[in-house]
Structures are given as structure tokens and as C-alpha cells.
């Protein structure tokens, strides 16, 4: 989700609220998903068993994992999380927004790569990616590629599309640019509230194993609620991994959907 500035938020509030209650259910519509059990199951049956193994801390086959991963920054607010993360030794997954984030705090994406945590692409611009056509949808995920690979010298190879929406063809796309598609089993919705105990509880209500946790960090709830989210998860015998520690031994394939199965 993208950040507004005061005035507009009000104007925008019903069409992100409308929105976000279609985006599980519409969210890679027509796209076949492989969920991260999948993915570790199929590297085990590979000819090319193994191909993730550079990315294994953990073995998620065998210990209670969980992915948090937040979209749309980074922001105001994101060196105070990468304080906490650090703090509390728990790696994240940053799906980047390119306009007014990456290219507006290029420190705060290298200080990202330098702690060890993954970077992703999620747009240049947050447009919907179903709603262009192949040169857009092109141009939206390339841009945001070269501004990640500029400042830490290395592109990203996991996107996840705004709202979740994609499909063949926004597959075909990120199959070209190298890049596999990730979507989420846990949401907050952190971009409707303000309320850190809210979003703590929201999370920790969905909270499962093999999960990925959207949060935002661009929210002004959002970044006091995660020093408690990770120790309650902690607690309950979570280790966080970034999302391709997740899918290890397998590896994020281009173009391929990962997310939770449909229901």
C-alpha cells in the first residue's frame, strides 16, 4: 500500500478498505500457487536438489517457521525497525517501493542489504500490475530492479504484486525479469489503523506455521507493534526466516506464484 499525505488519506480510506477485502480472494487469480511446503518437497525430488541450500540457516521441514516481510518502503520509520530487528536477531524480507521510497532513502536500502535482510521488488509506482499492459507491467518492475541493484549492487529476485493481483501475464513479465512472485498468509491491515495492540493481536491471530506476514513499514502503527509480535511469536516457538530461508532447500523459481494455497 502506498503512503498519502494528510489530506488525502481521508479521500482514499474506503477504496483501500474496499480493495483490501478482495485481495486473498482475487489475488493471483487464474495463477496456479506453490506453497512453501511445496517448494522444500519439490527440491527434494529435483534433479537439482540442493539449488537452495546456500539460503538454509533453518530447516523448515523440520522447525515451526514464519516470514515477516514488509511492503512499500522503506520509510520514516524504517531505521527504528532495523534498531529492533537487529536488537532482537530476526532477519525480514523488504518489498520495495521504488518512486519517493528507494530512490528517497538509498542509506536505508544499503543499511538493509548490509544486516543481512532480503530485499524485494513491489513496484516502481504501486500501480496495479493486472490493470497494464506488458510494457507497463515491464516498466514497473524493471525500474525498481535497477534503483535496488544501483545502490547495494545486487537485483532483487522476489516481487510481490501490489494488492496481490497478477496473472499470466504479469507472470511472463516477472518470469523475464528473474523475478518469482510472493504473496502472504497473514495481514494486519495495518494501513486501516493506527493501533499497535490491534495489529499485534491481528498477527498473532493468523500466525502459522510456514507463514509470511504482510505488514507495512511506512504505517504509524505498524513499526511500535513489532518488538512484541516477535517476542510473543518467539514464545510460541517461532524462528523467523527471510522468504527464501522459507522455501530452502528449494528455490524461489521466476515467474512461479508462492503463497498460501486457495481456499
Known amino acids: 500500500m502506498l503512503r498519502f499525505s494528510p489530506g488525502r488519506r481521508r479521500g482514499t480510506a474506503a477504496v483501500l478498505l474496499a480493495a483490501a477485502s478482495l485481495m486473498l480472494t482475487l489475488g493471483g487469480c487464474g495463477v496456479d500457487r506453490v506453497t512453501p511446503q ?9 534433479d537439482k536438489a540442493g539449488v537452495g541450500e546456500s539460503a ?3 530447516d523448515c521441514g523440520k522447525v515451526k517457521c514464519i516470514a ?17 530487528l537487529k536488537e532482537k536477531r530476526v532477519p525480514a524480507t523488504f518489498f520495495l517501493l521504488g518512486r519517493n521510497h528507494v530512490d528517497r532513502y538509498p542509506k536505508v536500502v544499503k543499511r538493509m542489504a ?20 506488458e510494457a507497463e507491467v515491464r516498466e514497473e518492475l524493471a525500474l525498481t530492479q535497477t534503483a535496488v541493484e544501483k545502490i547495494t549492487g545486487r537485483k532483487p529476485t522476489l516481487m510481490r504484486p501490489p494488492q496481490g493481483r497478477t496473472d499470466g501475464m504479469v507472470s511472463e513479465v516477472s518470469k523475464e525479469l528473474g523475478l518469482a512472485q510472493i504473496l502472504w498468509t497473514v495481514t494486519a491491515k495495518d494501513y486501516s489503523t493506527t493501533d499497535s495492540a490491534l495489529i499485534r493481536q491481528r498477527v498473532l491471530d493468523q500466525a502459522q506455521g510456514d507463514g509470511i506476514i504482510l505488514l507495512h513499514d511506512i504505517y504509524d502503527g505498524t513499526v511500535p507493534a513489532v518488538p512484541s509480535i516477535i517476542d510473543e511469536l518467539k514464545h510460541r516457538g517461532f524462528t523467523f526466516v527471510t ?7 528449494g528455490k524461489a523459481e521466476p515467474g512461479v506464484l508462492y503463497g498460501p494455497e486457495k481456499d
Open 38 to 46: 511445496d517448494a522444500r518437497g519439490k527440491a527434494g525430488t529435483d
Open 56 to 58: 538454509r540457516r533453518v
Open 68 to 84: 515477516l516481510t514488509f511492503d512499500a518502503g522503506p520509510g520514516k520509520d524504517t531505521p527504528h525497525l532495523l534498531d529492533v
Open 114 to 133: 548490509d544486516e543481512g535482510h532480503e530485499l524485494a521488488n513491489h513496484t516502481w509506482s504501486h500501480r496495479i500490475l493486472t490493470d497494464l499492459d
Open 243 to 249: 522468504v527464501p530461508e522459507l522455501l530452502a532447500p
